[in-house]
């Protein structure tokens, strides 16, 4: 693995290599990107394709790419600038891409930008709240996630967000009727550290999960776009917005074995099924439904 640095004016993007660049059979580079998870979430599924050349890169201030910018909010726009000043970087013409969570919501967004970048998008349940029936009930569900970390530290945040994200169904009367949840029941620490800058629990990533993607503009693009569900999310909020967000693309949604993050090893505590997913995500870049 070879790792690189793209210098842009906003931030200095680090971004590694497995593989060789060119290409040796000519295929599309493999580019893996999530948000807020960084470039070391992908290890267990760049390594399932051994026969790709595989990009992983870190955001703009997360992982090992830093900020020029002077600012701490997530936006799809400047992300999606991102990831175009890499594939320039790369020098390797337009690539496939695997695109997680909210890597998936800036994916749609390098589509609609730069047309040309990408053959084939596989968006892997992109959490776009506000399009869901019951969005502005999901808006409240996600401030009370940063009430409570505001409140609490991160610990007590975290909890609140595993909470909302495992609710099944839409967020009705009895969800917002539960206390908050104890950390402890979900092995998070009680304890604040003080810090208020988590990506996750804060509003910084709030443009990621409000984003309503340019659907004249994506349809225009010449990708092939796939929108991708686990089979075990179906009933909860990111099954939920992958179903909206392929509705509102005309899209049907394409299965996939396991959960948001099937694709992970045990390395994280809550293991997917890195080999089974992907198999499928093998089908899915080769044409299969």
């Known amino acids: ?41 992908f290890a267990a599924l760049a390594a399932r394709f051994p ?18 910018d002077g600012r701490v ?10 990831v175009h000043a890499v594939i320039e970087g790369l020098g390797a013409g337009p ?23 990408v053959t084939t998008l596989v ?13 502005p009930a999901a808006v409240r569900a996600r401030a009370r996630v940063r009430e409570v970390y505001e409140k609490h530290g991160w610990g007590a945040g975290m909890a609140a967000f595993i909470a909302m994200t495992s609710w099944e169904g839409e967020f009705t009367d009895a969800y917002f ?10 092995g998070m620490p009680a304890e604040d550290d003080g810090s208020r800058d988590d990506p996750l629990l804060s509003d910084r990533s709030w443009a990621i999960s409000s ?14 776009v796939v929108v991708a569900l686990g089979e075990e999310s179906e009933d909860v909020l990111t ?11 005309d899209l049907r949604v394409t299965v996939f074995p396991s959960h948001h993050g099937g694709f992970l090893d045990g390395e994280f505590g809550y293991a997917g099924k890195p080999d089974e997913f992907g198999h499928r995500l093998r089908e899915v870049l080769d044409g299969a439904s």
């Open 239 to 249: 099954g939920r917005t992958t179903v909206a967000t392929a509705d509102l693309l």
């Open 123 to 135: 968006a892997h349940e992109p959490p776009l709240v506000t399009l869901t029936p019951d969005g």
């Open 1 to 41: 693995m070879d790792t690189y640095t793209r210098e842009t004016a906003g931030a200095d993007l680090v971004y590694d290599v497995r593989g060789p660049l060119p290409t040796e059979d000519g295929r599309p580079l493999l580019l893996m990107i999530g948000q807020p998870m960084d470039a070391g979430g």
């Open 73 to 82: 909010e997530h936006t799809p726009e400047v992300q999606a600038d991102d």
């Open 211 to 224: 984003y309503r993607p340019d659907v004249d503009a994506i349809t225009r693009a010449a990708t092939r």
């Open 51 to 68: 026969e790709r050349t595989v990009v992983t890169y870190d955001p703009r201030g997360l992982g090992r790419s830093t900020r020029k």
């Open 95 to 117: 690539v496939d891409m695997f695109a997680s969570s909210g890597g998936a919501v800036t994916a749609l967004a390098v589509v609609a930008k730069y047309p040309g970048d």
């Open 177 to 186: 009727a539960q206390p908050d949840p104890d950390p402890a029941a979900f």
